[in-house]
């Protein structure tokens, strides 16, 4: 990317996405070194924006996301904002693409670029097909360069819904050539879920159903819907987290070792636990395997916040779910028996994602006479805010011999990465918008992938499509409905508390 270049093309410049996340990350990786000055970035959006405005909210998006810090008087923000230009673009309009076109060769040319074009749609998924259609048309594919699209979430609403946005992208655009965007597959420590298990002696002789008891995975957040009341409502916190962070991260501690680190193998091996997941045998089975809650009204960290149904934008009658918890089985050789257990929420107590792996108690433990309990072994993955890895193990506390009380405990080894190079590495989008340049697909998710993940939510949101008399309303800032509790308690196991 470096030495050739590249021109990235922002549609919906003037959105959430691009002020929070893209422009950041682009700043980011130009501070970094990694884009050298080979590269234009057209922000296309419907609204019509002067130059210096676009450079004003490029600034203000710097200064209060970035993770390096910026001066408008800097010569260097100078010479990195020279790199930006707006064009207002209707996106159904032909004539639009044919100017943009220009408008990109121009830059092509003063940038020394060598037609490499990378499309970033941060839209509405609707407007995708017809996206790739006017790229075409509009003869946007026909430089010597390469042509990624990058699409974000949420890709389709179901199956069927997923299958017609990829025929029509694909009428256009390769797999190969398509970078889908699963902003947790960006994150440090899920990248780092791999390195773990598969560069480590101590774990992966361990990792099956031996030795491992069930894994947890948590996504916590203590938002509610914000103002995405409209999208939320038609989406929940199944489809909307569901479908892609969370099954993503059950592939990713549930995978066989890939073969090499290409990005086929790893998909593939993906693909496999994807394939593997046990369907639900019948509606019956999805209630007793997933419970769904949606908040009520609550204080979270202090703040009141009002119940989901008073929330703008939202039926006020509705039953979408803002939380559930799942039991999933990975029926292969390695997981049979063993229970994924899946949660997620929005106005939940604390924001954090964590992988909890529990093991299983050692046989005929000789220390489990008198009154010593043994707390089974636990390896907690935290993916953020925090970021690091910590064991738990059995030790004996210190000094102990009063026979009255127990003379081991638990203790923990800590890798606190967050506190060695502070909160400051890179964000998702930054690794992800830079492998998409450089054509590394590892971590976008293949169409398989897409595919087989809808198949699974489906046949839960179809049955909880049928009646919703098992929605249960949780005060916001709780740990969402009791009977997520109860679907561990029936295995003997309880919700690790996370840190
Ligand atoms: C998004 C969801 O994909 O992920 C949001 O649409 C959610 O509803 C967000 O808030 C959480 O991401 P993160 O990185 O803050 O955990």
């Not at 989901?308 to 979408?320: I, L, M, Q």
Request: proline share 4%.
């Amino acid at each position: 990317i470096k030495q050739s270049g590249a021109v990235f093309f922002i549609f919906g410049a003037t959105g959430d996405l691009a002020r929070r996340k893209l422009f950041p990350a682009i700043y980011s990786l130009y501070r970094e070194g990694k884009l050298s000055e080979k590269f234009a970035v057209i922000g296309l959006a419907r609204r019509p924006r002067t130059e210096v405005q676009f450079h004003d909210d490029l600034l203000q998006s710097i200064q209060e996301f970035a993770r390096y810090k910026v001066d408008k008087v800097d010569a260097d923000w100078q010479r990195f904002a020279a790199h930006f230009t707006y064009m207002s673009l209707d996106i159904n309009n032909i004539d639009g693409f044919k100017e943009l076109s220009s408008v990109a060769t121009k830059l092509e040319q003063k940038f020394d670029i060598a037609g490499n074009r990378l499309f970033y749609l941060a839209l509405a998924p609707d407007l995708f097909g017809s996206v790739a259609h006017n790229l075409r048309d509009g003869g946007m594919l026909e430089t010597d360069g390469w042509h990624r699209l990058v699409i974000e979430k949420p890709f389709g609403f179901d199956l069927a819904s997923a299958k017609l946005l990829n025929e029509e992208i694909n009428k256009v655009f390769e797999e190969k050539e398509i970078y889908r965007i699963d902003h947790y597959l960006g994150k440090e420590m899920v990248q780092n879920i791999g390195v773990v298990r598969f560069a480590n002696a101590f774990f992966e002789p361990l990792w099956n159903n031996k030795y491992i008891a069930n894994i947890q995975i948590t996504l916590s957040e203590t938002v509610g819907v914000e103002e995405r009341g409209g999208y939320y409502d038609h989406s929940g916190a199944l489809r909307d987290m569901g479908q892609n962070h969370m099954l993503q991260m059950v592939t990713m501690m549930a995978m066989e070792p890939p073969s090499r680190l290409h990005p086929e193998d790893l998909r593939d091996e993906k693909v496999k636990v994807l394939r593997s997941l046990r369907a639900y045998s019948s509606k019956e089975e999805v209630k007793s395997h997933v419970v769904r809650g949606q908040y009520g009204e609550g204080t979270v960290r202090g703040k009141s916040r009002v119940a989901y149904r008073e929330e703008p934008n939202v039926n006020p009658v509705s039953t979408t779910s803002t939380y559930f918890a799942a039991k999933v089985f990975v029926d292969n050789f390695r997981w049979a028996g063993v229970p994924f257990y899946i949660r997620t929420g929005k106005n939940l107590p604390v924001k954090t994602t964590e992988v909890v792996v529990e093991f299983k108690n050692i046989p005929d433990n000789v220390y489990l006479a008198k009154k010593n309990k043994l707390q089974p072994n636990l390896l907690v993955f935290r993916v953020n805010p925090m970021e690091g890895i910590y064991i738990k193990i059995n030790a004996k506390r210190p000094g102990s011999s009063d026979e009255s009380q127990s003379t081991i405990i638990p203790v923990a080894m800590d890798f606190c990465q967050s506190c060695l190079v502070g909160l400051n590495t890179p964000e998702a989008y930054e690794l992800l918008i830079y492998d998409a340049a450089c054509g590394d697909s590892t971590y976008f998710t293949r169409w398989d992938e897409v595919k087989l993940a809808w198949q699974f939510v489906d046949q839960i949101a179809e049955a909880w499509a049928e009646n919703a008399d098992d929605l249960h309303i949780y005060p916001a800032g709780t740990w969402g409905p009791q009977e997520a509790d109860e679907l561990l308690a029936k295995d003997g196991f309880h919700w690790w508390p996370v840190n």
